[in-house]
C-alpha cells in the first residue's frame, strides 16, 4: 500500500448530513461527467486537490471518535476507486465495523460492468447512491439530489435506508479554524448555493468555496 495516493478536494471529521448517523466524508478531486448544475464545480478537474497517502488518509478516519464510517463524495469517487479500496481495507484492519457510503455520477449498473477496480470498490461499500444530477427532476429527497438517484443498499449495514422517511436531510455549516464558513450536504432545492452565497455576502460573510454534493 506504501505509495498509494488519492487526490482529495476537501475532507471533514463529521458530517450528519450525508449518510447514516455521523460520518466523516472525503470528497475527492475529479469527476469526468459535467452535470449540468452541479454545485461542486470546484471538484471536477482532475488537476488540483491535495494529494494524500492512503496511509495518511488511514490513520485520519481510524483516530476519529464517533462516526461509524465515511461517506466518500466528489468529484467522482470511482475515478479512483483502487486508492479508495486500499483506504477502506486500510481502516477495516483497525476498525472492522467501519461502514462505507459512496456517491457515484455512474448509474450502479454502469459500474459492475465498469472494470475490476470499480468492482473492488463497490464490493467494499456499504451503500452506494448512483447516478448523475438532473436539474430537472424532483428535489429534497434523503441524501441525494434529483429523483433519478437511487440508495442502493450493497450490504446488510444499510437495508432499512429504503424504508425511512425519504425527505431531505438539510445542509450542515461548519466554522473553520480559521474562522472561514463552510457547509456540507445535498442541497434541498436547485440553485442553493448561489442563494446562500448570495445572502451570506449580503452580512459580510464569504463562503469558501468548498464541495457540498448535488450526485
Ligand atoms: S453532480 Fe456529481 S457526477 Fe455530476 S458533474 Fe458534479 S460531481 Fe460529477
Known amino acids: 500500500m506504501a505509495g498509494v495516493t488519492l487526490s482529495v478536494a476537501r475532507r471533514l471529521d463529521r458530517c ?4 447514516p448517523g455521523a460520518r466523516a466524508v472525503i470528497w475527492v478531486q475529479g469527476c469526468p461527467l459535467r452535470c449540468r448544475g452541479c454545485v461542486a464545480a470546484e471538484t471536477l478537474p482532475f488537476e488540483g486537490g491535495t494529494v494524500h497517502t492512503v496511509d495518511e488518509l488511514a490513520d485520519w478516519l481510524s483516530g476519529l471518535p464517533d462516526i461509524e464510517g465515511v461517506t466518500l463524495s466528489g468529484g467522482e469517487p470511482f475515478g479512483q476507486a483502487e486508492a479508495l479500496s486500499a ?9 472492522p465495523e467501519f461502514t462505507a457510503m459512496a456517491y457515484s455520477g455512474f448509474r450502479y449498473e454502469v459500474l459492475l460492468r465498469g472494470g475490476p477496480e470499480r468492482l473492488a470498490l463497490l464490493r467494499r461499500l456499504d451503500l452506494l447512491v448512483d447516478g ?9 429527497l434523503r441524501w441525494r439530489g434529483s429523483s433519478n438517484q437511487r440508495l442502493v443498499a450493497l450490504t446488510e449495514r444499510y437495508a432499512q435506508v429504503g424504508t425511512e422517511p425519504d425527505t431531505s436531510a438539510g445542509v450542515e455549516m461548519t466554522v473553520e479554524a480559521d474562522g472561514s464558513l463552510s457547509w456540507a450536504g445535498v442541497p434541498p432545492t436547485p440553485g442553493f448555493r448561489a442563494g446562500l452565497e448570495e445572502r451570506l455576502a449580503a452580512r459580510g460573510f464569504v463562503l469558501r468555496a468548498e464541495a457540498g454534493r448535488e450526485s
Open 16 to 19: 450528519t448530513v450525508l449518510g
Open 87 to 95: 483506504l477502506l481495507d486500510h481502516v477495516r484492519t483497525r476498525r
Open 132 to 140: 448523475p444530477y438532473v436539474s430537472s427532476a424532483r428535489h429534497g
